[in-house]
């Protein structure tokens, strides 16, 4: 059967028994799918998200059935080309992100789409962790983690993802489900799938009856190596089963799927203490590694010159950003963990000691205060893609990592270094976990050069000959075998060895369906092939080196793409643009791109946050929705920010014409059909609901004397509380305020004043630019030039306000520096609280903290605030953008309803008895999302000191 005829029938039988809507084939999520973290690009012919157990099987049979082939994605932050696919990649994410936390957090039963930052914030009250703890963390997937056998800065050889492995649940390419935490499992492997139960029991002997090898396998195993599969499950354990498990950790998805595992979580020491010592050579430091390791040291990290100065910029650095940093220099950053006083200090001595020994000069100061210990791991954990994003324009970034004895370190970092020279690779950076004799190095290759794979190839071979022949290391510690490193897993191996993992692959999956030439490849050239070409685009992406981090928080992560795809797909288009002949297929990219990547994205700045490198890709959306307006539309919105009164006025007589509608709306049927129109004029007519109706326009009076400025936000003089609970906001703050003692007054000409978020956000900059400039000279004759406050109640604004510095130039942005803008919750915060005595009028509340909030740090104090108004309060760990991102929640209210999801689900087993946020917008989008009615945060106050005062 040719290919195209079995990949036709192979997407018509997969659709007939998979949700329509999870099967893709159009070119927007190919494209998007076609790179990952790595240094590697391939097109699949088809993405799957799957989410069930029963999708996987029938993606297996239909594989096996017609020669296809499977590669599973998780978070695709592998480095070496594990999660991509020219034929059909499987997306396990959502539907896969159940967890379990069990005896009081010994152990923690995860699957394959939680992120792993998430497990540990879940185990963390506990007094736990899970043990891999890679540095992409905040965005790895544990399906990936297991399936990789990561490891990481505090996990070592011990908390790796196989030694903490207690149970697993898995799919074999035949279909076959198994638990290995089920005793009944043992027989069915057998009973089911006696090939396999007995080709397991016959490797396993001939391995230990083989002398030679099984001393190879214990001593490889000394060292961190996730190079070809776990041979020491073979010695490790007696039962198939068992056996089976263990071998798919580190497999790369080559021999099943993993669907769920449980892990013994590491308890979390007390007391800790850290610190960073500047040292005149990279060789000097790697030789205090043994001793500093005897000293009992939980964390050994070292990062050269390039390393350091990479990073110099970042904030709170216990060094100064303009130090000098002497060529061939280095830094160790050095952590001892104990429960006991004593002890920690102990080993501090210790350590002091020892570099007084050396290094008199050098002394570092240990820091035990959580800050200043999370201002050293910053430095270490961002190293890597803050120099991956000082590469030369449009270069490939390559991330290795290699493993030596402890006592080969610094030999081998000379003979490394000594690479890098012989092949001009003069932007080489080294770092990585010392303690473990673990070293990663980054490279960027410029695939413009013609000579650029040949010198590439000949470094591979030398590196190969350096690491096994030389030190006999592990050519990958922990970021897998990959395709960068599968020519090479029998050289460092031996012909025994390897034979045996063949017979591995060959055992278990017999037609090769599984992620080909990834850990086990005949192709000794495949590490040369395929590689991700990084075309320039715009000065606001280039720098993105695609690692993933932005991911998890991006509100249309399982709606439409994620901030890492709207960049791949921007970069796909560009290399497409390069060949002739791809024009058609460029102008359905572009006509695609236009809804799953400018118009649901949030542009809420969330990926920013989480950016190494603080890219903000929802400005280069809002720039792509400017170039997309025509003359009319900016037209129309500058008349609209002109008379923005009148604008408000017509909104408000909108929403009262559409107030008999409130009520019909609120029938399930209703709004459904207002989302097909929706739907059907491609978000042109508004999904409306229940959530609308218009506030009165009217404030509250303002006092004689004046404290502060009290500007309220556009948002808030156009829409009213629908459940008519409390004061509408304006009015709520007005009593809060009067409460306090504080006098307060408005803005002049109040009513026409937009802070121009709504016309920023749609990319009408220059009408974002006139409400700028308008707001900014009222606010400076209202303040009096700046001598009184100004506090505004609704976040997103706030943060708008607080950004003019970005746009406004000359007197304007003079005048805007002089003003003393506060976001409400800073302002209740450190002025009003202690000006009133407030009552516990709540058993339990939730927060949703916006977006802004969260970019402006002020998530803590908004919780201290509703502290003092409620016994209990939660903001909920999978708290996030809710995706209404003012006008999107009612143009594509899919996007609201699918970022919501998460914080919804675990919201509704938290029984509150009041929810808050601090936008009104927010507050409508949680409210449709949770059934639950949110309010401001004002409400909460204002309803404390009425509680106070009846009383």
């Not at 590689?531 to 249309?556: H, M, N, R, T, W």
């Not at 409130?662 to 929706?678: C, D, F, P, T, W």
């Not at 630019?769 to 109640?793: C, F, K």
């Amino acid at each position: 059967m040719d290919i195209k005829n079995s990949r036709r029938l192979t997407l018509r039988a997969l659709k007939k028994v998979l949700p329509k809507s999870s099967v893709f084939t159009d070119l927007i999520h190919r494209h998007a799918y076609a790179r990952d973290a790595g240094f590697y690009r391939l097109l699949p012919q088809m993405v799957i998200k799957a989410s069930t157990i029963k999708d996987i099987a029938h993606i297996f049979g239909e594989a096996n059935k017609r020669n296809r082939r499977v590669v599973f994605r998780a978070g695709g932050t592998s480095l070496s080309g594990q999660s991509i696919s020219d034929d059909i990649l499987v997306e396990v994410k959502q539907g896969w992100r159940n967890m379990d936390v069990l005896e009081q957090g010994q152990y923690i039963v995860l699957e394959p789409g939680v992120v792993a930052a998430r497990a540990n914030q879940r185990l963390q009250p506990l007094g736990y962790r899970i043990g891999p703890d890679p540095g992409s963390i905040r965005s790895a997937l544990i399906g990936g983690i297991v399936a990789n056998n990561a490891s990481g800065i505090g996990s070592g050889t011990r908390f790796n993802s196989y030694m903490t492995l207690a149970g697993m649940e898995m799919v074999l390419p035949n279909g076959l489900v198994l638990n290995s935490a089920n005793p009944q499992d043992r027989s069915r492997l057998q009973s089911q799938a006696p090939h396999i139960h007995e080709g397991l029991s016959r490797l396993r002997d001939q391995i230990r009856g083989n002398e030679t090898l099984r001393q190879r396998i214990r001593d490889k195993y000394k060292l961190k190596n996730t190079m070809g599969y776990s041979l020491n499950s073979f010695l490790d354990y007696e039962e198939p089963l068992d056996i089976l498990a263990h071998l798919m950790v580190g497999s790369e998805g080559t021999l099943g799927f993993i669907s769920r595992v449980t892990l013994k979580t590491v308890p979390i020491y007390s007391q800790k203490s850290t610190a960073l010592i500047f040292l005149p050579s990279i060789i000097e430091a790697a030789r205090l590694v043994p001793k500093l390791k005897k000293a009992g040291s939980s964390a050994l990290e070292i990062m050269d010159d390039s390393a350091l100065k990479a990073v110099r910029h970042l904030p709170g650095l216990p060094f100064d950003k303009d130090m000098y940093i002497a060529p061939g220099s280095a830094a160790l950053l050095i952590e001892y963990q104990s429960n006991d006083t004593q002890e920690l200090n102990g080993m501090v001595e210790t350590a002091i000691q020892i570099i007084n020994e050396k290094h008199a000069s050098s002394i570092p100061q240990f820091f035990s205060d959580p800050l200043q210990r999370d201002r050293l791991w910053k430095i270490r954990r961002e190293l890597g893609p803050h120099h991956a994003a000082t590469r030369p324009s449009g270069t490939s970034v390559l991330s290795e990592d290699i493993c030596f004895k402890v006592k080969d370190l610094a030999r081998a970092i000379k003979d490394l270094q000594a690479l890098f020279v012989r092949y001009t690779y003069d932007d080489a950076v080294i770092f990585g976990h010392a303690g473990d004799g673990n070293l990663h190095f980054k490279l960027s290759l410029d695939l413009d050069q013609t000579d650029t794979l040949e010198n590439y190839a000949a470094f591979m071979s030398d590196l190969v000959e350096m690491v096994v022949d030389k030190y006999d290391g592990s050519l990958k510690a922990e970021h897998g075998t990959g395709r960068n490193m599968a020519p090479f897993v029998e050289k460092e191996w031996g012909a025994t060895a390897y034979k045996v993992m063949q017979d591995i692959k060959e055992l278990l999956d017999p037609n090769g369906i599984l992620n080909p030439d990834v850990l086990i490849s005949r192709d000794d050239q495949i590490h040369l092939k395929n590689i991700k070409p990084i075309p320039l685009v715009d000065d606001i992406i280039d720098p993105c080196i695609e690692c993933g981090l932005c991911e998890p928080v991006c509100p249309s992560e399982d709606f439409t793409l994620t901030p890492r795809q709207r960049i791949g797909v921007l970069r796909e288009i560009e290399s497409l643009g390069e060949v002739a002949g791809n024009e058609t297929s460029i102008k359905r990219l572009m006509k695609s791109f236009r809804f799953y990547g400018v118009d649901t994205c949030a542009v809420d700045g969330l990926c920013n946050m989480s950016c190494p490198v603080d890219i903000d890709t929802g400005l280069m959306m809002k720039q792509l929705r400017a170039e997309s307006h025509g003359t009319p539309a900016k037209v129309i919105h500058g008349i609209a920010q002109k008379y923005f009164a009148w604008t408000l006025r017509s909104v408000r007589v909108l929403l009262r014409l559409i107030t008999p509608l409130i009520y019909a709306m609120r029938s399930e049927k209703i709004q459904q059909g207002l989302k097909v129109l929706n739907r059907i004029s491609r978000g042109s007519i508004p999904a409306l609901n229940p959530q609308l109706k218009s506030a009165t326009g009217a404030l509250p009076p303002q006092t004689d004397e004046l404290d502060v400025i009290y500007f309220p936000s556009c948002l808030t003089r156009s829409l009213a509380n629908p459940d008519q609970e409390g004061l509408p906001v304006a009015d709520a703050f007005a009593d809060i305020l009067t409460n306090a003692g504080i006098g307060f007054g408005y803005p002049q000409d109040v009513l026409n004043l937009c802070c121009g978020l709504s016309f920023s956000s749609k990319g009408y900059s220059e009408a974002a630019l006139q409400a700028a400039i308008h707001t900014t000279e009222i606010l400076w004759i209202s303040s009096r030039e700046g001598a009184l406050p100004i506090v505004m109640d609704t976040s997103p604004c706030s943060k708008h306000l607080a950004h003019y510095d970005e746009i406004l130039s000359g007197i304007h942005l003079a005048r805007w520096r002089a003003l003393k803008i506060y976001d409400m919750v800073e302002y209740l915060h450190d002025v009003v609280l202690e000006k009133l005595s407030l009552w516990h009028v709540k058993q339990k509340v939730v927060l949703h903290l916006t977006c802004s909030t969260q970019h402006m740090g002020l998530g803590d104090k908004m919780v201290a605030i509703a502290q003092r108004c409620a016994k209990e309060v939660i903001v909920p760990l999978d708290t996030g953008c809710c995706g209404f991102a003012g006008d999107r929640g009612l143009l594509v209210p899919g996007l609201t309803e699918s970022a919501t999801e998460m914080e919804s689900n675990e919201i509704i087993d938290i029984g509150a008895d009041g929810y808050y946020s601090t936008s009104s917008t927010c507050e409508m989008g949680m409210t449709l999302a949770t059934d639950k009615s949110y309010q401001s945060l004002l409400s909460l106050i204002h309803e404390a000191i009425i509680k106070q005062l009846v009383s």
